[in-house]
């Protein structure tokens, strides 16, 4: 990131890791997008406004997520996999992505259970509330 900004390139990050915000912006980056990307129309603009040379991008204006009933439908129940370990994930790698998942949605119940899931038990825990979550948005899907 630093490289490509001292040569006067934006930079823009995409992850479902917030933690990699700052640093990504600390190195240089004019704009952070957090994954999932619900608005595509506003990642356009968002790319369109970097080309432009209209240069950093102030926090809190990058693109809002909305939510697709299927694709969280499909998402909850990649996590459910993930964190059961029916996809062979690390333990560390399954409990990010549902952190990721949970801030997107606004989840904090969902974020605190998957912060706390650092034993088998704890696991199994938020395996059972993304299961409740995976049954309540497929009864909206």
Do not use: N, W
């Amino acid at each position: 990131i630093a490289e490509a900004a001292a040569l006067g390139l934006a930079v823009l990050c995409l992850s479902g890791d917030p933690d990699g915000r700052m640093p990504a912006l600390e190195a240089g980056a004019v704009a952070f997008v957090e994954k999932p990307i619900g608005s595509m129309a506003a990642l356009v603009r968002l790319i369109r406004q970097l080309v432009a040379g209209v240069g950093p991008v102030p926090a809190g204006e990058e693109p809002a997520i909305r939510h697709d009933p299927l694709a969280l439908c499909d998402d909850l129940a990649r996590a459910v996999r993930l964190v059961t370990g029916a996809e062979g994930a690390e333990p560390a790698y399954a409990t990010g992505f549902v952190r990721s998942l949970a801030r997107s949605t606004g989840d904090s119940a969902l974020e605190t259970a998957a912060l706390q899931a650092r034993d088998a038990a704890g696991r199994q825990a938020l395996a059972a509330l993304l299961a409740d979550r995976l049954g309540a948005a497929q009864s909206l899907a």
